[in-house]
């Protein structure tokens, strides 16, 4: 009697099919759930990422803006004093100075000079620019810049507009498109290299035609967000790096301008006795030629560009950051 048979095979298959459908629509969920897992771990790698990069940018514009106003700063509170602590004192010959040979320092306080002629105009200019764009360009651009501006009579305040022309400068101001500037992405591109492009959206996935597409969709997307968060770290090093640099040319200045003070009160007990250099004691033009020394190398610093025009660290920074280093040892020896 096969035929009454057929129904029971006919239920057995119906059951079976049902377990196997049952079975498919599970793997299918946990194929769905892992995809949704891979994205997730994507998007906080991302978001790792530009949590750290913005850290980075956060920080390394307070130091910009601080190295800017350092450098107008020195050249008021500094210099300044300096030119006035030398008036009345005659026949300083400082070419003649031994101390001071195969150092330019006459060329270099000729630039505190300029500077210093030019400073309510880049004062002024800079308030009405805003500190935020105008001292962070200042910080990359150096005293040239400072000069160029003032000299022209082109106004302080473009450089700010400078700032925002340059992809790294904007992005480090917080320049956004908006604003004219070149964003997050127009910095990174000079800054590490990265554009950016789009991750895979989770939404997207789960209209694939299987879960197994969808899994694939999402380890593709985990491993671009890989790569994006090793681009950005990439960039976040360069910055760390900008906002070192500015942080150590600002602290030297510091140090430099705290030796010149000294040292210009030095000058000025002398004066109150003599007004020719040819009657110091070897103390005393000893006393004048630190000065002398001490102001070359804060001209060095307020000069030195931090940022090349494309927007990379200047590595120059480096070399004038370790000669300065070795005058303020050499000065606070003494």
Not at 135 to 159: C, D, N, P, R, V
Not at 184 to 195: P, Q, R
Not at 199 to 223: F, H, P, W
Request: glycine share 10%; with cysteine.
């Amino acid at each position: 009697m096969v035929l009454p048979l057929v129904p029971l095979l006919i239920g057995v298959g119906a059951a079976a099919a049902g377990a196997y459908g049952v079975k498919k629509g599970s793997d299918a969920k946990a194929g769905f759930d892992t995809a949704k897992r891979i994205f997730r771990q994507a998007e906080n790698k991302l978001d790792e990422a530009d949590e750290t990069l913005e850290e980075m940018r956060v920080k390394t514009n307070e130091r910009l803006t601080i190295l800017g106003a350092t450098r107008i700063a020195v050249v008021e509170q500094c210099y300044i004093p300096f030119k006035k602590a030398l008036e009345g004192i005659k026949n300083i010959e400082i070419s003649q100075i031994p101390e001071l040979k195969g150092i330019d320092v006459e060329n270099r306080l000729l630039e505190l000079d300029r500077l210093s002629v030019s400073l309510p105009e880049i004062v002024s200019g800079v308030g009405a620019a805003g500190a935020s764009g105008a001292l962070t360009a200042l910080a990359a651009y150096g005293g040239t810049q400072m000069l160029a501006a003032a000299s022209t009579g082109t106004a302080i305040s473009t450089l700010s507009g400078a700032a925002a022309t340059n992809a790294t400068l904007a992005w480090l101001g917080g320049g956004s498109l908006a604003a004219g500037g070149f964003g997050m992405a127009g910095g990174m591109v000079v800054l590490g290299g990265v554009v950016a492009g789009p991750i895979l959206a989770v939404g997207g996935a789960m209209l694939a035609a299987s879960a197994e597409t969808a899994v694939d969709d999402a380890k593709r997307n985990l491993a671009k967000a890989h790569a994006i968060y090793n681009e950005k770290m990439i960039a976040a090093k360069t910055t760390r790096a900008i906002g070192n640099a500015a942080h150590a040319i600002a602290g030297l200045i510091e140090q430099l301008s705290e030796v010149a003070d000294e040292l210009i009160a030095e000058i000025e007990k002398i004066r109150k006795h003599k007004d020719d250099y040819q009657t110091f004691t070897q103390a005393e033009k000893a006393i004048l030629a630190n000065a002398f020394l001490c102001m070359g190398g804060i001209s060095a610093l307020v000069k030195a560009p931090l940022i090349k025009e494309n927007g990379a660290l200047d590595v120059a920074i480096r070399d004038v950051r370790d000669q300065a280093k070795d005058l303020v040892d050499r000065l606070n020896s003494i």
